[in-house]
């Protein structure tokens, strides 16, 4: 169902939802329209338009995903085709032997890299390997062992296991 197929009263909540969509204005509109369409109501159409209406969200955000997508891996070949300009010219001034150039819009300088200086280790180490004052121990809980524990009964004073959440399925 398109946007051309709802009801007049429908495309005037999707324009109104969409305006002030993480408001709680969005929220009263919302539940305004659908004590109309429950409250009582033996024939659901406009029930059903309301489903159409998430439904046509739903493929809308999809759609949008998908062109995000797009853009994103166009982004990355910009920046990727940037990165290797940037090091061919930095490789050709190199080579020529200038580290400093102007032209009529750009000042290019070839300088070094600001921060902290690289910590190159070893590619054979072994971290267990390492005196104590070089190494870093993380500590997480272990999701699957309490998981377990909870559900053979055990208690545990520091973990409990929730309730599945609802939801609205539409078929």
Not at 131 to 156: C, F, H, M, Q
Request: hydrophobic residues 35%; aromatic residues 4%; contains cysteine.
């Amino acid at each position: 169902m398109t946007i051309l197929e709802l009801s007049s009263d429908l495309v005037d909540l999707k324009e109104e939802v969409t305006f002030c969509h993480d408001s709680e204005d969005a929220e009263e509109l919302m539940s305004s329209y659908l004590i109309e369409c429950v409250d009582g109501a033996k024939d659901h159409k406009r029930l059903d338009n309301y489903v159409a209406l998430i439904s046509e969200f739903e493929r809308q955000a999809e759609a949008r995903k998908k062109e995000a997508e797009r853009l994103n891996t166009l982004a990355k070949i910009d920046e990727s085709l940037s990165k290797r300009l940037r090091t061919a010219l930095k490789n050709h001034l190199e080579n020529i032997g200038l580290r400093k150039i102007s032209t009529e819009r750009y000042n290019i300088n070839i300088v070094k890299s600001g921060g902290l200086k690289p910590l190159i280790l070893d590619p054979d180490l072994d971290p267990d390997d390492l005196p104590e004052p070089y190494k870093v121990t993380l500590i997480n809980p272990d999701k699957v062992a309490i998981r377990a524990a909870l559900e053979a009964g055990e208690s545990l004073p520091f973990a409990s296991l929730g309730e599945r959440s609802e939801t609205l399925r539409i078929q």
